[in-house]
C-alpha cells in the first residue's frame, strides 16, 4: 500500500517594493500613485481622487415632540439615533439654557478679566512708589485757572491719553518752576492714567532716593551699581523730582545725565520736574540733554505762576488772609 504524499503551502511573502501605478479617470483624468507590490492588484485601477470622496450617508430623520409648562406644545425633528435623548426635553427651554449658561459664562470671564485688571493695577500702582498724598491726583482734581495752566493741563493729558505713542516716539517732557506750582500734581496725574488705562509700569523717585540707591550698592555683594542703574532705565515711564535742588553736586548730575541718556536710548519716556528755571537746568544738566527732552514732540512746561499751596492754605475773605481750619479740623 502506497501512501500519498502530504502537500503543504507556503503563505506568500509580502513583497515591501514601491511601485507606480497609473490610470485615467472620467471625472480626475489622468492619474498616478505609488503603491506595493504586493498590493498593486487590489489598487491597479483606482482613482486615488474618487477615493477620497466621502460615501454619501442615508441618516433617518425623526419627529419628535411634547407639552412644555412654559412654551406649550413643541415638536422637532431630530436624527433618529438622537431621539431617545431630547425625547421630553423642549428644544426653546434647552436654546435658552443655553444662551444663559453662555451669558453667565461671558461674565464670568468678564469678572475675571476685571479682578485680574485690578490686580495688575494695584500692583502697579504699589511698584510705582508713588506717593501716598498723589495717588489719587487726576487731570479732573487739577485746579487750571490761568491759560498758561490750562494749556500745560491740556499737554499733561493729550501725553498721558496717547502714552503708547509717546512710547513710540520717544517723548519726553520737563515740568520746571517754583514750589507749590501743580507739577507734582500733574506728573503723578499722568503716572496714574497710564498705570490704569494701559497697564504701562510707572516709577517715581526723587534724585536723593536715586543716589542712595546707587551709594547703597557699594561694598553690596547682592546688588551692583549697574543693577541699581538698570532698575532705573526699565519703567515704561520714569517720574524724576527734585532734579537740581540747590544745583545739586557733580555725582548727583553724572547719575541723572546717566539715567536720562539710557532712557533717551531706549526710547523711554521720562518726566523731570525741578524747582529750577529752564536755563537754570540747562546749566546743571547740560543743554545737550535738554535738547533731547524736545524729541519725540515732549518739551519744558514751564509753570511760571504762583504758588497754589498759598491760596489752599490762605482764604481772603478773612482778615490779613488768614489761615482758616478745612472742615475736619473744626471744632464740634
Same mark, same amino acid.
Given at each position: 500500500?502506497?501512501?500519498?504524499?502530504? &502537500?503543504?503551502?507556503?503563505?506568500?511573502? @509580502? %513583497?515591501?517594493?514601491? +511601485?507606480?501605478?497609473?490610470? #485615467?479617470?472620467? $471625472?480626475?483624468? *489622468?492619474?498616478?500613485?505609488?503603491?506595493?507590490?504586493?498590493?498593486?492588484?487590489?489598487?491597479?485601477?483606482?482613482?486615488?481622487?474618487?477615493?477620497?470622496?466621502?460615501?454619501?450617508?442615508?441618516?433617518?430623520?425623526?419627529?419628535?415632540?411634547?407639552?412644555?409648562?412654559?412654551?406649550?406644545?413643541?415638536?422637532?425633528?431630530?436624527?433618529?439615533?438622537?431621539?431617545?435623548?431630547?425625547?421630553?426635553?423642549?428644544?426653546?427651554?434647552?436654546?435658552?439654557?443655553?444662551?444663559?449658561?453662555?451669558?453667565?459664562?461671558?461674565?464670568?470671564?468678564?469678572?475675571?478679566?476685571?479682578?485680574?485688571? &485690578?490686580?495688575?493695577?494695584?500692583?502697579? @500702582? %504699589?511698584?510705582?512708589? +508713588?506717593?501716598?498724598?498723589? #495717588?489719587?491726583? $487726576?487731570?479732573? *482734581?487739577?485746579?487750571?485757572?490761568?491759560?498758561?495752566?490750562?494749556?500745560?493741563?491740556?499737554?499733561?493729558?493729550?501725553?498721558?491719553?496717547?502714552?503708547?505713542?509717546?512710547?513710540?516716539?520717544?517723548?519726553?517732557?520737563?515740568?520746571?518752576?517754583?514750589?507749590?506750582?501743580?507739577?507734582?500734581?500733574?506728573?503723578?496725574?499722568?503716572?496714574?492714567?497710564?498705570?490704569?488705562?494701559?497697564?504701562?509700569?510707572?516709577?517715581?523717585?526723587?534724585?536723593?532716593?536715586?543716589?542712595?540707591?546707587?551709594?547703597?550698592?557699594?561694598?553690596?555683594?547682592?546688588?551692583?551699581?549697574?543693577?541699581?542703574?538698570?532698575?532705573?532705565?526699565?519703567?515704561?515711564?520714569?517720574?524724576?523730582?527734585?532734579?537740581?535742588?540747590?544745583?545739586? $553736586?557733580?555725582?548727583?548730575?553724572?547719575?541723572?545725565?546717566?539715567?536720562?541718556?539710557?532712557?533717551?536710548?531706549?526710547?523711554?519716556?521720562?518726566?523731570?520736574?525741578?524747582?529750577?528755571?529752564?536755563?537754570?537746568?540747562?546749566?546743571?544738566?547740560?543743554?545737550?540733554?535738554?535738547?533731547?527732552?524736545?524729541?519725540?514732540?515732549?518739551?519744558?512746561?514751564?509753570?511760571?505762576?504762583?504758588?497754589?499751596?498759598?491760596?489752599?492754605?490762605?482764604?481772603?475773605?478773612?482778615?490779613?488772609?488768614?489761615?482758616?481750619?478745612?472742615?475736619?479740623?473744626?471744632?464740634?
Amino acid at each position: 500500500m502506497t501512501s500519498s504524499p502530504i &502537500s503543504s503551502s507556503k503563505p506568500e511573502e @509580502l %513583497d515591501l517594493t514601491m +511601485i507606480k501605478l497609473t490610470g #485615467r479617470c472620467e $471625472t480626475h483624468g *489622468n492619474w498616478e500613485r505609488d503603491c506595493l507590490k504586493s498590493l498593486s492588484s487590489r489598487m491597479s485601477g483606482k482613482c486615488p481622487e474618487c477615493e477620497k470622496v466621502a460615501k454619501p450617508v442615508s441618516i433617518q430623520m425623526q419627529t419628535v415632540s411634547g407639552e412644555c409648562e412654559k412654551h406649550g406644545e413643541w415638536s422637532k425633528v431630530v436624527p433618529s439615533m438622537l431621539a431617545k435623548k431630547v425625547e421630553g426635553k423642549c428644544p426653546t427651554c434647552y436654546q435658552e439654557a443655553e444662551e444663559k449658561r453662555v451669558q453667565d459664562e461671558a461674565a464670568r470671564m468678564q469678572r475675571s478679566a476685571s479682578e485680574k485688571k &485690578s490686580r495688575n493695577i494695584s500692583k502697579l @500702582l %504699589d511698584d510705582s512708589e +508713588i506717593p501716598r498724598r498723589f #495717588r489719587e491726583r $487726576t487731570f479732573l *482734581n487739577y485746579n487750571a485757572e490761568s491759560d498758561a495752566q490750562k494749556r500745560a493741563l491740556t499737554k499733561a493729558k493729550a501725553f498721558a491719553e496717547r502714552f503708547p505713542k509717546a512710547v513710540e516716539q520717544g517723548a519726553s517732557f520737563v515740568f520746571c518752576g517754583q514750589p507749590g506750582t501743580g507739577k507734582t500734581h500733574l506728573a503723578c496725574a499722568i503716572g496714574n492714567h497710564v498705570m490704569k488705562t494701559f497697564g504701562n509700569a510707572v516709577r517715581f523717585l526723587t534724585v536723593f532716593e536715586v543716589v542712595q540707591r546707587v551709594k547703597s550698592t557699594y561694598g553690596n555683594s547682592e546688588k551692583t551699581e549697574a543693577d541699581v542703574m538698570r532698575s532705573f532705565a526699565e519703567p515704561d515711564l520714569l517720574i524724576l523730582d527734585e532734579v537740581g535742588v540747590q544745583f545739586g $553736586t557733580e555725582f548727583e548730575k553724572v547719575i541723572i545725565t546717566d539715567i536720562i541718556n539710557r532712557r533717551y536710548s531706549d526710547m523711554r519716556p521720562t518726566i523731570i520736574l525741578s524747582n529750577l528755571t529752564a536755563e537754570e537746568l540747562a546749566v546743571f544738566l547740560g543743554a545737550r540733554v535738554i535738547d533731547r527732552m524736545h524729541e519725540g514732540g515732549g518739551g519744558v512746561i514751564a509753570f511760571d505762576w504762583g504758588s497754589y499751596r498759598a491760596k489752599v492754605a490762605k482764604d481772603a475773605s478773612l482778615p490779613g488772609g488768614q489761615y482758616r481750619p478745612v472742615a475736619w479740623m473744626d471744632a464740634d
